[in-house]
């Protein structure tokens, strides 16, 4: 029942209410001693009963649709303001007759205010944000061409320089001794032979292959595979099919493209054995080479592919170990658990 049909049928009960008190007082004040006198007694031709019903009935009627078309746009205007203020406009502000419509045209101005200063502070919290990103990103550019600018200058330019000057004093030297002039040349040949491994790992920080829609195994072997062609070392590998979470695929494969990296640039190996299982609900990628290896405690903190790989194992909650001794290689693995969905159940 809308708010009209109320103030109507309100104003009517009350009309047809005030008519019964109008005879009850007419009939106490003047009693009669037939009622046939007042069935038959008109007013202007119309029957006195009759009349005092229709008049307070009609009057009723009138005042019940007044004061309901009244209260009714008194409603559509708080429902337009209301409909204003989930919209995030501005409400229109009128002149309130009503006390308590007034109270309640403050309120939703206050709520609108509030409303305005919680946008304005999470617009402010968003650009807050996007600045401490921009310039996070930049410091870690910043960082990464420094290091890398580091490592060049380490390892290719002083490797480059080295077999340039090396070629330098085999083309002034005067000595006709011949294997001599091979020994020299090997050297020369074993320098530029470094300083390409050194470029293709640095390759792999500058441009590290994602997988791109590729499982695990598959992005695995397509790596090793590629190095496998273009690197003068023994690569092998053993890689089961298994499936994991997307997050523990994309750390794994980024710790093993790490660990390559590494292998290439520093280990000065011969072979590189890459293992990929799954055992008793634990995934395990280990990378073994026959290089120079390092000592782990003093490079741990130092260098920047160890943290990696230790904080990429972390973050999904698995470990990194790195095992290697001077002259007896390396050996990194890393154990990842895998937890069970709801639903599964153990082999």
């Known amino acids: 029942m809308n708010i009209m049909m109320r103030h109507v049928i309100t104003a009517v009960l009350f009309s047809v209410f005030i008519s019964f008190m109008v005879i009850g007082v007419t009939l106490i004040t003047f009693p009669l001693d037939s009622w046939s006198l007042l069935i038959n007694q008109?007013?202007?031709?119309?029957?006195?009963?009759?009349?005092v019903f229709i008049i307070p009935v009609v009057a009723g009627f009138i005042i019940g649709v007044?004061?309901?078309?009244?209260?009714?746009?008194?409603?559509?205007?708080?429902?337009?303001?209301?409909d204003e203020l989930v919209k995030?406009?501005?409400l229109t502000t009128e002149d309130e007759p009503h006390k308590e419509l007034n109270t309640i045209q403050q309120r939703m101005e206050q709520v609108q205010e509030k409303f305005r200063l919680q946008a304005e502070h999470s617009q402010r919290m968003v650009t807050e944000r996007a600045n401490e990103r921009e310039k996070s990103l930049q410091e870690v550019v910043v960082q990464e061409r420094n290091r890398l600018a580091r490592e060049l200058h380490d390892s290719v330019s002083q490797q480059?320089?080295?077999?340039?000057?090396?070629?330098?004093?085999?083309?002034?030297?005067?000595?006709?001794?011949i294997e001599t002039g091979k020994q020299?040349?090997?050297?020369?040949?074993k320098m530029i032979h470094q300083s390409q491994l050194e470029m293709r790992a640095l390759l792999l920080h500058l441009r590290p292959v994602a997988l791109k829609g590729k499982s695990l195994q598959e992005g695995a072997e397509e790596l090793l595979l590629e190095l496998r062609q273009k690197v003068p070392m023994e690569i092998v590998w053993k890689i089961e099919q298994f499936t994991v979470e997307k997050g523990i695929e994309d750390q794994l494969f980024r710790i093993l493209q790490e660990s390559v990296s590494n292998t290439l640039r520093h280990a000065k190996a011969t072979t590189l054995e890459a293992l990929l299982i799954e055992r008793d609900d634990t995934v395990i990628l280990r990378i073994v080479d026959n290089g120079i290896g390092f000592d782990v405690e003093k490079v741990r903190t130092s260098?920047?592919?160890v943290q990696n790989m230790t904080e990429r194992a972390s973050e999904v909650g698995g470990t990194c170990k790195i095992i290697s001794l001077p002259n007896e290689g390396t050996r990194v693995e890393v154990k990842i658990p895998r937890l069970k969905k709801e639903g599964e159940n153990n082999d």
């Not at 007044?66 to 209301?82: C, K, N």
């Not at 480059?160 to 006709?176: C, H, V």
């Not at 020299?184 to 040949?189: A, D």
């Open 66 to 82: 007044s004061t309901g078309l009244y209260w009714r746009q008194r409603l559509h205007r708080i429902d337009r303001q209301l």
């Open 160 to 177: 480059l320089f080295a077999a340039s000057m090396m070629m330098s004093a085999i083309n002034e030297s005067d000595s006709p001794d």
């Open 42 to 51: 008109e007013i202007a031709n119309v029957p006195y009963l009759l009349l």
């Open 184 to 189: 020299q040349l090997r050297m020369v040949e």
């Open 88 to 90: 995030g406009q501005r």
């Open 303 to 305: 260098s920047y592919g």
